[in-house]
């Protein structure tokens, strides 16, 4: 199969990625919409790629119908990343890097997007976030059974926490297209350097004393807390409790990898600590002393 035939076939699977979003599988395509994008950049000169996304672009408007430029929408705030992941492929820069641009670029487009939709409806999106959330909670409630203002307290709770879902949200995205893409790229004879195997997996000790300081700062705020630091707090215990368990997963295939366990026990042993959050306390002893060494001490 030749090159033009290759890419062909990922500008009909861009396409109908793309059309996808009108279906109810939106909240799983939208993951999968940058890795045709991505493949074809990476695959595909300048001009080339250019070529193929104006057709791409122009059936999914003609063929999306009143929706159209809701999809033509998406489909450019997906390209912006794609390109940028593209590029760090054809540098051929490692994984993280890769990870590291798409997040970048997904975050900025978030961020740019709120604040173009705030500017041109002259609204404010947190008060406007909170009173939709409130409404729609209330409609669970209609018996009137719970506490009085329980909407409320949750609505600001999920608007609180609004850093950390953008953060979340961008990050998984690059995550999943690097996971997919690279292995996409392969059928395309492109070979693309994947992730550090998950025993390796090992964060920056001085992340343990950002989390002393935020939880130090958190016993200072109260339930009326308001502005900038009480916000960045409530945010931040979340995002690093998540590093902290990334910490645990690769602290689990490292011991597995000494002990010569079995490959399908770390996998099980991972189970619990993503459905349990507390259990990030294992990922924080590990970044906090030196147990992996004291582990390979012992297995000599």
């Given at each position: 199969?030749?090159?033009?035939?290759?890419?062909?076939?990922?500008?009909?699977?861009?396409?109908?990625?793309?059309?996808?979003?009108?279906?109810?599988?939106?909240?799983?395509?939208?993951?999968?919409?940058?890795?045709?994008?991505?493949?074809?950049?990476?695959?595909?000169?300048?001009?080339?790629?250019?070529?193929?996304?104006?057709?791409?672009?122009?059936?999914?408007?003609?063929?999306?119908?009143?929706?159209?430029?809701?999809?033509i929408a998406l489909a450019i705030f997906f390209l912006v990343?794609?390109?940028?992941?593209?590029?760090?492929?054809?540098?051929?820069?490692?994984?993280?890097?890769?990870?590291?641009?798409?997040?970048?670029?997904?975050?900025?487009?978030?961020?740019?997007?709120?604040?173009?939709?705030?500017?041109?409806?002259?609204?404010?999106?947190?008060?406007?976030?909170?009173?939709?959330?409130?409404?729609?909670?209330?409609?669970?409630?209609?018996?009137?059974?719970?506490?009085?203002?329980?909407?409320?307290?949750?609505?600001?709770?999920?608007?609180?926490?609004?850093?950390?879902?953008?953060?979340?949200?961008?990050?998984?995205?690059?995550?999943?297209?690097?996971?997919?893409?690279?292995?996409?790229?392969?059928?395309?004879?492109?070979?693309?350097?994947?992730?550090?195997?998950?025993?390796?997996?090992?964060?920056?000790?001085?992340?343990?004393?950002?989390?002393?300081?935020?939880?130090?700062?958190?016993?200072?705020?109260?339930?009326?807390?308001?502005?900038?630091?009480?916000?960045?707090?409530?945010?931040?215990?979340?995002?690093?409790?998540?590093?902290?368990?990334?910490?645990?997963?690769?602290?689990?295939?490292?011991?597995?990898?000494?002990?010569?366990?079995?490959?399908i026990a770390p996998l099980l042993l991972c189970i619990p600590?993503?459905?349990?959050?507390?259990?990030?306390?294992?990922?924080?002893?590990?970044m906090a002393f030196p147990l992996r060494r004291l582990i390979?001490?012992?297995?000599?």
């Amino acid at each position: 199969m030749n090159l033009s035939s290759k890419s062909l076939i990922w500008s009909t699977v861009a396409i109908l990625l793309l059309l996808s979003i009108l279906t109810p599988l939106s909240a799983l395509s939208a993951f999968l919409i940058m890795t045709p994008m991505v493949v074809l950049f990476t695959m595909l000169k300048p001009k080339a790629f250019v070529l193929h996304m104006i057709p791409i672009l122009l059936l999914a408007f003609l063929l999306s119908g009143a929706f159209g430029v809701v999809v033509i929408a998406l489909a450019i705030f997906f390209l912006v990343p794609s390109i940028f992941m593209g590029k760090q492929y054809k540098k051929g820069a490692p994984a993280r890097k890769v990870i590291v641009h798409g997040f970048i670029a997904i975050l900025a487009l978030l961020l740019l997007e709120l604040a173009l939709f705030a500017w041109q409806f002259d609204v404010n999106l947190t008060t406007e976030l909170s009173n939709w959330l409130r409404d729609a909670l209330q409609q669970f409630d209609t018996q009137r059974m719970l506490k009085e203002g329980w909407e409320s307290k949750y609505a600001n709770a999920i608007v609180t926490a609004l850093p950390m879902i953008l953060l979340m949200s961008a990050a998984m995205f690059a995550i999943i297209t690097h996971a997919i893409a690279r292995r996409a790229l392969r059928t395309v004879d492109i070979h693309v350097e994947g992730m550090p195997q998950a025993h390796t997996w090992q964060l920056p000790r001085s992340i343990v004393t950002y989390y002393l300081i935020a939880v130090i700062s958190s016993f200072f705020m109260t339930e009326e807390s308001s502005g900038f630091w009480d916000l960045a707090i409530t945010n931040l215990l979340p995002i690093l409790q998540m590093l902290f368990i990334v910490q645990a997963v690769g602290f689990v295939f490292f011991l597995a990898h000494e002990k010569k366990w079995s490959k399908i026990a770390p996998l099980l042993l991972c189970i619990p600590l993503i459905l349990y959050p507390p259990l990030f306390i294992i990922g924080l002893l590990d970044m906090a002393f030196p147990l992996r060494r004291l582990i390979t001490n012992k297995s000599k």
